[in-house]
């Protein structure tokens, strides 16, 4: 998982993510890794439109994001 993360980041890479929180909800995240420190990671969550501290171990899958979403006009 750590490894996958960190190609991620060293890629610039959007990941999507499914995440459980403290309380133990699970929620889906598309988020850009800034930087990796100890067991969090900082990132971009496009979910919330904020930077968030994510703990490593509460990551339950992530999937890197290999084509932008494009509007339909």
Request: hydrophobic residues 45%; glycine residues 4%.
């Amino acid at each position: 998982m750590r490894d996958q993360l960190v190609k991620a980041m060293q890629r610039n890479q959007l990941v999507n993510m499914m995440y459980m929180a403290k309380g133990g909800a699970v929620s889906k995240r598309r988020i850009k890794i800034i930087k990796m420190v100890g067991d969090t990671l900082q990132a971009y969550c496009f979910t919330k439109q904020a930077k968030r501290t994510f703990l490593i171990s509460n990551i339950l899958a992530v999937n890197p994001v290999f084509r932008k979403e494009r509007d339909v006009v």
